[in-house]
């Protein structure tokens, strides 16, 4: 059975917990989705989603927890959503602790502040997808390794590296689960 974690920290954890639980059923695998807060919990995960909030506080909350070190090591794939998407970047142009497994520069808030949040449909995995935009970050440059998923008026919205996936946007806070099924066939 594989283990999906969510980084317990801060932001939407409930609603990734939730949907990652339902697109388990979905996909009809033996799986289930738990809450991780200490660097032992995520080491037994085969995977970890990392949800929105405040980036600097979570990746201060990280190193403090030595999160940092043990995701680098343990090298499990990992779901980064707007707040995770910035932290999964190896550069961004706000100074804050990060991961640095995806190859991209991230800007922090590239479409406005939280009452510039909007929903917007976009296209992503050839599907059409409600984008929930809040505070969301956007990639200014990506490697040559990384795949883009998504753009949003010329802004790179999604992208992956690897099984690693990083997105500007909410996909845990609508109904469709088609991004959450995406990462765990990713871990299978």
Same mark, same amino acid.
């Given at each position: 059975?594989? $283990?999906?974690?969510?980084?317990?920290?801060?932001?939407?954890?409930? *609603?990734?917990?939730?949907?990652? %639980?339902?697109? &388990?059923? $979905?996909?009809?695998?033996?799986?289930?989705?738990? %809450?991780? $807060?200490? @660097?032992? /919990?995520?080491?037994?995960?085969?995977?970890l989603i990392?949800?929105?909030? /405040?980036?600097?506080?979570?990746?201060k909350?990280?190193e403090?927890?030595?999160?940092? /070190?043990t995701?680098?090591?343990? @090298?499990?794939?990992?779901m980064?959503?707007?707040a995770?998407?910035?932290?999964?970047?190896?550069?961004?142009?706000h %100074?804050?602790?990060? !991961?640095?497994?995806?190859d991209?520069?991230?800007?922090?808030?590239?479409?406005?502040?939280?009452?510039e949040?909007f *929903?917007e $449909?976009? @296209?992503?995995?050839? #599907?059409?997808?409600?984008?929930?935009?809040?505070?969301?970050?956007?990639?200014?440059?990506?490697?040559?390794?990384? %795949?883009? !998923?998504?753009?949003?008026?010329?802004?790179?919205?999604?992208?992956k590296?690897g099984?690693? &996936?990083?997105?500007a946007?909410?996909? /845990?806070?609508g109904?469709?689960?088609?991004?959450?099924?995406?990462? &765990? #066939?990713?871990?299978?």
């Open positions: 059975m594989i $283990k999906i974690g969510i980084l317990n920290l801060q932001g939407d954890v409930s *609603e990734h917990f939730k949907m990652t %639980k339902k697109a &388990i059923k $979905k996909l009809k695998i033996e799986a289930e989705a738990i %809450k991780v $807060k200490k @660097k032992d /919990e995520i080491r037994s995960c085969d995977a990392i949800s929105g909030g /405040e980036s600097t506080v979570i990746g909350l990280m403090k927890e030595n999160i940092i /070190e995701i680098k090591k343990e @090298k499990i794939p990992i980064g959503t707007c995770g998407m910035i932290l999964l970047a190896k550069e961004t142009d %100074k804050q602790p990060l !991961l640095g497994i995806i991209m520069k991230v800007q922090r808030n590239a479409f406005g502040r939280q009452r949040s *929903e $449909k976009i @296209k992503i995995l050839g #599907k059409e997808f409600n984008g929930i935009f809040i505070r969301a970050p956007a990639v200014t440059r990506t490697g040559p390794k990384v %795949k883009i !998923l998504s753009k949003l008026n010329d802004k790179i919205i999604a992208v590296q099984k690693n &996936i990083a997105l946007f909410h996909p /845990e806070l109904n469709d689960t088609l991004l959450h099924e995406h990462f &765990i #066939k990713e871990v299978l």
